[in-house]
C-alpha cells in the first residue's frame, strides 16, 4: 500500500472509485472533493492523495488545513472503494496517511477528521488509531482527534 499525489496523470482513476450506495451519505464523493481541491472555499490547502495497492488505485483521501494554523491538519474525503473493502486497506492507508502528515509538515501536532454518527466501522477504524471524540459537532458530524 503506498499514497500518491493525485495529479493530472491518475485523477481520472481517481473518479472511478465508488463506495457502496448506503455509504454515499458519509463521505463526499471524490468528483466534490477533487473540486475542492482546485477552488479551496476554506481558502487553505487541499491535496488530494490516491491510496494505492501496487498500480491500482484502491482508495482516496484529502488532506486540509487552515492556512492560519500549521499544527493542525484535517483527513477529508477518506475512502475505500467497494470492491477493496474489508481488505485491510482502511487500516494500512489511515496508518499511512498519519505518517505522511507527520513527514509533510513536521509542525503538525494534531489531525483532525470528521465523522457521521452513525458510522461505526469508521468510527471503530478511527479510535483503534487513536483519534479521541471531542463531542463538537461540525456541520452536522462529529469531530475527533488524533494527538501527535
Not at 71 to 91: E, L, P
Not at 97 to 103: G, V
Amino acid at each position: 500500500m503506498n499514497l500518491r499525489e493525485v495529479t493530472k496523470e491518475n485523477w481520472l482513476g481517481a473518479l472511478k472509485l465508488e463506495v457502496y450506495p448506503d455509504q454515499h451519505a458519509f463521505v463526499p464523493s471524490v468528483t466534490v472533493c477533487l473540486a475542492k481541491a482546485y477552488i479551496k472555499p476554506e481558502n487553505g490547502l487541499v491535496v488530494p492523495f490516491g491510496i494505492y495497492s501496487g498500480e491500482t488505485m484502491v482508495g482516496f483521501f484529502t488532506i486540509t488545513h487552515d492556512s492560519n494554523r500549521m499544527d493542525r491538519f484535517w483527513i477529508n474525503g477518506f475512502q475505500i472503494d467497494k470492491n477493496y473493502q474489508r481488505k485491510g486497506y482502511g487500516k494500512a492507508a489511515l496508518a499511512g496517511i498519519i505518517t505522511l502528515l507527520q513527514k509533510l509538515y513536521p509542525a503538525c501536532r494534531t489531525v483532525g477528521l470528521t465523522l457521521a454518527h452513525h458510522n461505526e466501522v469508521a468510527r471503530k477504524l478511527y479510535e483503534s488509531h487513536g483519534f479521541v471524540n471531542t463531542g463538537t459537532v461540525y456541520e452536522g458530524e462529529t469531530v475527533y482527534l488524533l494527538q501527535l
